[in-house]
DNA sequence: TATGAATGAGATTTCATTCAT
DNA sequence: CATGAATGAAATCTCATTCAT
């Protein structure tokens, strides 16, 4: 009696289970029997729904970019004000959530991370997601500071977030997230502070 | 034709071709029959010299960190003033040094980072250059504000300097060192701006 | 074409086929390729049903000792009498049974036996069987002869037995198991008249 | 400058080396690197005396057959009486010699052995050896028993020297040099006292 | 004479993928 | 839909041998 609907439902379970594979054993030990292993499903099945290993492995990078862009935009859907301090402080917030700092997903972050830089696919992907972050940011400081100021600030702040969470995925004890907001949170204020009086220009 | 006392220029010679090859097609793929050719011998010499490829991986490592280690210390002994702010914009410069920023370097170094997450080994070393960055900026920075500020201005810095070369080895054109050193000493005199007036204590 | 409950069928075929493969070349020539030709399979499978060679190899000398035993223990069980000269004879009779002393058995036994002496695990299975067949010839010989008389016998008859199968591995022609039943047991008469007069004492 | 009459000393060194290396680790890890770091060496210099490994585990049997020869024919050319007796049991003797008996010794010979089922050249020596161990009992037992029993007493007797030899080799503690001589002797009594009454008849 | 350098063949093992059931 | 069987390519490592010095 073949089940129907199991699609959505196996593809879940693979790409939760190859997060958790990575973070055990790492990108390179994690092979397709280990990930089918920790989703109680056989081998084969992978290339059955994913075409093979790596559409598992960009679906899952999808996901967890999904996820982050999710984590943002839902703080930023009830600020309770429009200013660019609060919408950057979103921002912030969002990457430093809950669900991306804890362990598969921040160590699978940066094993895609340092994947990405061979693999076209995956690095399109990351692209995307680096700009958008860019572009958001760059467009909230340029209400209230010159371009190529804004420019800079989005920049160094963009920095700031993968920075701290690098540093976070390395250390053993993982990354304190409530640190990291506040280096963070800290930044943006200085960085603010200097412009606040000199709207656009 | 063997020649004696090829013993260092080999492992010098492998070493470089380790980074050349991470470089252009990643760790995962960087085999020792590739790494081999790119040195022009033959891949059995890697296990002669370095005992197995994870020997070699480990004396390319070590490399990368002596260089940049390296490149920071020649920049503090020529210091003409002794002040925490020409210090750690020593540190700042030597990590932004030419030979560290440049292709391979940059991609072995973040290669390395990844799979230091499950490589007991590699993991002790980066844990060992970590550390030494923290409390070099942090006893710099405690020479002009209290500890607890400064320890937040060190992962703060180190963070940035971190994340600015971690988004440098993602684009597709390389780091842009100028504009990196620019917004790390930016950030690192905004840090220094908040204490000036209160010395120490 | 796969089927499903392979498994002891492919365990069967690879056991086998080892043996012949070191029938033909020897343990050191025996390699996995050539054990998986003759077994009609690829190579791989072996670490896929033994988890390497050794594993394949261990299995195989477990085999030859049991098929031993079971041809030893298959006499015993059908003897007419219970006499001391009955039992050993019935171990002589397994030892030089029609499946043991054919080609492939003898060499592969041979060569365990000198592989034996530098891999452990091979050690204990040799010694396990070793002391079994000591402590049997030991047990029937101590009925009708005094102890250290007993170990005596035993020893030499387990020694004699040995170099037979010894001899017969190396000569070109194989053993000939006829005339090696008729040495061993005229050696047991010997062994048994000598006190036939003095019961166990 | 170069030493001159180095040949035979460095032969013989590289000999007893092979010895102590199969003792060590068994034939088959007894690589050529190993056996020349056991001689003091570099291991280019075996091809160089030997013309390759094989060559030297060749001269390496051929010294161990020379001394067991040596070993037989010097007991038998001190004896004092020229009867059967005298003279198998100098051939057990020697067999059962110190120098034979000795770890290395009897693990190579062991080695040998397996080895020489699959390596004519070593099983050609073997071949000869065998032959004449078994010519020379075959001459003596004839001396006082019918032709046929005389070739079943060679062959008991060879089969008894040879396994308890073979089973010394096994046991971790190695051959017990005085138990064997004893059981072989009480064979030999036995082979001779059913004869000794009708001569060559 | 002897060495250390170097090679290349070969062996084992791992792993993604395919396929019949 | 799902599995277990099986393959074959690729990767690492070992090792005997050759060679220039």
Known sequence: MPKIGMEPIRRQQLIHATMTAIDEVGLAEATVLRIARHAGVSAGII???FGGKDGLLEATMRQILTDLSEAVAARRRVLSEDSPRAHIGAIIEGNFDRTQVTGPA???WLAF???SMHKPMLQR?????DRRLYANLCYQFR???PRA???NAARGLAAMIDGLWLRGALTPEGL???QARTLAH??????????SAQPTA
Chains 1, 2, 3, 4 share one sequence.
């Open 47 to 49: 290339s059955h729904y």
């Open 106 to 108: 921040a160590k699978t």
């Open 113 to 115: 991370w340092a994947s």
């Open 125 to 129: 992907l990351q692209n995307v997601n």
């Open 143 to 145: 209400r209230v500071m």
């Open 149 to 151: 100021q804004a420019r």
């Open 176 to 178: 304190d997230a409530e």
């Open 186 to 195: 800290a930044y943006l204020d200085q960085l603010l502070s200097q412009t």
